[in-house]
Every structure is written in C-alpha cells, then in structure tokens.
C-alpha cells in the first residue's frame, strides 16, 4: 500500500465530475488499499478518489474503527430528516463549518468484488455520504455551508 497525496482546495482537478469504474481492475484494488491508508494517516472519515487525483466514482468510509465501507459508483437512493452538524474537508484543512444534511442516507454501489451493496447510514455516517459523492461531481462542502466556524488555532 501507498500512501498518495491529497489535492488540496483550488486544485482545479477537484471541480471536475469522476466517471464511473466500467471494470474492477487491479489498478481500482490498488486504489481503494491506498485511498484507506491516505484517509487513516490523514485522520479523516472518508476519501474521494477525486481528492488524490483519480477521478473515478470510488470512494472510501471509515466513521468507526475498523469498520472500512469501500463503495464503487455509489448513489445515493434514499434520504431522510435532517441535521445540521459542523463538518471538514481533508482537502480544506483547518477549516470547519455548519451544512445542512439528511439524517438518514441510504446508499447502493458496487463493493471490490463486484457485488452490489447498500449501507444505510445515520448522523456522522449519513454526512460521510453525502459528502464524499458530492466530492465525485466536483462539489465540495464549503458551496453550500451554512456557516463557517472561526478556524483552529494551534
Ligand atoms: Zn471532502
């Protein structure tokens, strides 16, 4: 596995809109391994392959410990309430701010073996969701934030 560089905000490459994986190679394998290390070292909750530079609808989840969620173009196919927590951007470092979120996301996508799966989601999780696919059509939170929050001071 490799750890790969993530695109930082004003990267032209992170407005663009990812195509969808047509075959699960090795390379996508590959991808997905290295995506999970990147998004671990980085602390994050989850990564778009848009954000290292591969725009392919792939995307990696980890709210929880341990419980990795890989998703293949996934789509969002159910939603429902609505929060309004503060969230960030591996690729807007030191930057937090309010969105405005379903509670409940429901998502249908292909896992590394080709299957399709969903994962429902909820709170953080469901952010996650909408997040990292709004990241596969070049959206990245702070379009549509709420409201930004003083940033962090070392
Ligand atoms: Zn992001």
Do not use: W
Not at 95 to 112: D, E, F, L, S
């Amino acid at each position: 596995m490799a750890k790969l560089n993530i695109l930082k905000e004003g990267d032209e490459t992170l407005r663009k809109t990812s195509r969808p994986v047509t075959e699960i190679t090795p390379r996508i394998l590959t991808l997905l391994d290295d995506m999970a290390e990147t998004m671990r070292d980085a602390n994050g909750v989850g990564l778009a392959a848009v954000q290292v530079g591969v725009l392919r609808r792939v995307v990696v989840i980890e709210c929880e410990e341990g419980k990795l969620i890989e998703l293949i173009n996934p789509e969002i196919i159910a939603e429902s309430g609505e929060q309004e927590e503060a969230e960030g951007c591996l690729s807007i470092p030191g930057q937090y701010g309010i969105t405005h979120r379903p509670m409940k996301v429901t998502v249908r996508a292909k896992n590394r073996r080709g299957e399709t799966v969903e994962y429902t989601g909820e709170g953080l999780l469901a952010r996650a969701f909408c997040h990292e696919l709004d990241h596969l059509d070049g959206v990245l939170f702070t379009d549509h934030v709420i409201e930004m929050l003083e940033p962090e001071t070392e």
